[in-house]
């Protein structure tokens, strides 16, 4: 299969961006906007260079070519702070199972699950995977996405987890977007490892993660911590590996059960906990202590057919930032809408609008450490933010199947 062509160049945002509205809440100006008035982005060699209304734009910006805005509403590019976008086949044979009345950790004992996308995976060349995510990825992309973090996992070796990464890293080439990219090398445990998890952790702390990193393949490090996955001990170990590199870690914790996952990782400094239905009060101190963001993945507790919801309310009272995301997998979440997440957000945790679009930006950004440079409109950032044209911010998490034909500027081009 031949590697996919990049696309034609696009063409430079810089310039004034006029008028717009500036939706509440998500941005940074250089002069005061009421609510509502007419507003102005400048954007200068790629970056944000003055936000504020109209009719106050400085005169040495002025001469700059005009973009028409056309009164649409402007909202940051938006973050997908977890998927595992990269990956061969497909498991729809397990939405039936399941919908046979098998649960997910039914189907991981029998063999399924995460290993049946490791099989997959393995078989498939990079060039075959890139060709695979490209379209995923183009997909979220074209709904405002202007950073997205990816995950490895589906390799569960060296060999194999490079070649995820690696895939991770051209994607974000040839897209133009920024991507972190995750090693979950601990996700499930590789086949040939039946019955020495300790042997596989040990492959994961000793060789893979170090070698992985010194590549630059590995921007933070994340573990399954579960009961079919791995036990808080295993987690420790990972992300005591991960410290020695200087990475920041993260954690898929507290889907399934409560294993005390998001205490341990918030005591190592994680950037988020994902997940978190079964989070406990200890679990939730300890992120606020330590500025760990919730991530909230609505996806896979609407496909598993979840009831034990995230502790919203105390989550907000603890004053913990909530993340949404599409935890986009071919297992628990195979959707390619962040809006939708952000719907579902609202439907099923009882988010309010204005914390769903919190949740597809500012704090999204926060949980893959990039809140300096996305999830917000403001002057110094790399020029990220999408035009929508509605009336209202509640809109975006409101309509649902038809995707507003927004503008997009990413990474300074108009790539939409
Ligand atoms: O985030 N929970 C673990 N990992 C993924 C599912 C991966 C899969 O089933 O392939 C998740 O839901
Ligand atoms: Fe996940």
């Known amino acids: ?35 509502g008035e007419a507003a102005c982005i400048v954007v200068d060699q790629g970056r944000i260079a003055w936000v504020g209304p109209q009719a106050a734009l400085p005169a040495h910006h002025a001469h700059l070519q005009q973009h028409a805005g056309q009164d649409w509403l402007a909202t940051p590019g938006l973050v997908d702070c977890h998927t595992h976008l ?4 497909q498991r729809a044979d397990e939405f039936a199972l399941r919908l046979a009345g098998a649960s997910y950790e039914e189907i991981a004992r029998a063999g399924g699950g995460i290993v049946a996308t490791v099989r997959a995976t393995r078989a498939a060349s990079e060039d075959e995977l890139l060709a695979q995510a490209l379209p995923r990825l183009r997909q979220l992309l074209a709904e405002g996405v202007c950073a997205i973090e990816i995950k490895s996992g589906y390799g569960l070796s060296l060999a194999q987890e490079r070649k995820q990464l690696r895939v ?40 893979m993660l170090p070698a992985l990193a010194a590549e630059g393949l590995v921007d933070a490090v ?3 911590c579960e009961r079919i996955a791995f036990s808080l001990a295993e987690t420790e170990q990972v992300f005591c590996a991960a410290r020695r590199l200087g990475l920041p870690v993260k954690l898929h914790a507290e889907q399934l059960s409560n294993m005390e996952g998001a205490a341990l990782a918030a005591r190592h400094g994680a950037l988020s906990c994902d997940h978190v239905e079964h989070l406990s009060a200890a679990g ?40 949404v995301a ?34 597809i930006t500012r704090h999204a950004a926060r949980a893959l450490g990039l809140q300096d440079s996305h999830g917000l ?25 038809h995707r507003p034909a927004c503008r997009i500027v990413r990474q300074g081009r108009i790539a939409a």
């Open 1 to 35: 299969m031949p590697a996919p062509t990049p696309p034609a160049p696009l063409r430079c945002a810089d310039g004034c961006w006029q008028p717009v509205r500036l939706a509440p809440d998500m941005y940074h100006a250089d002069a005061p906007v009421r609510a």
């Open 86 to 89: 990269v990956y061969g086949g």
């Open 168 to 207: 991770a890293r051209r994607l974000g080439e040839l897209c133009g977007v920024t991507v972190r990219s995750t090693f979950l090398g601990a996700h499930a445990l590789p086949p040939e490892y039946a019955g020495r998890s300790q042997a596989y952790i040990d492959l994961v702390c000793a060789q």
């Open 222 to 224: 994340d573990v399954f």
């Open 284 to 323: 939730i101190a300890a992120m606020r202590a330590a500025g760990t963001v919730a991530v909230l993945l609505p996806g896979a507790f609407y496909t598993l057919r979840d009831t034990q919801r995230p502790p919203i309310e105390a989550l907000r009272a603890a004053g913990v930032p909530m993340a």
């Open 326 to 359: 599409s935890d986009h997998n071919p297992g628990t979440s195979p959707y390619l809408s962040l809006l939708l997440m952000a719907n579902m957000a609202c439907t099923l945790f009882a988010l309010t609008v204005p914390e769903a679009l919190a949740g």
């Open 377 to 401: 409109i403001a002057a110094g950032r790399p020029a990220n933010f999408v035009l929508w044209p509605v009336q209202q911010a509640a809109e975006l998490a409101y309509w649902l199947g």
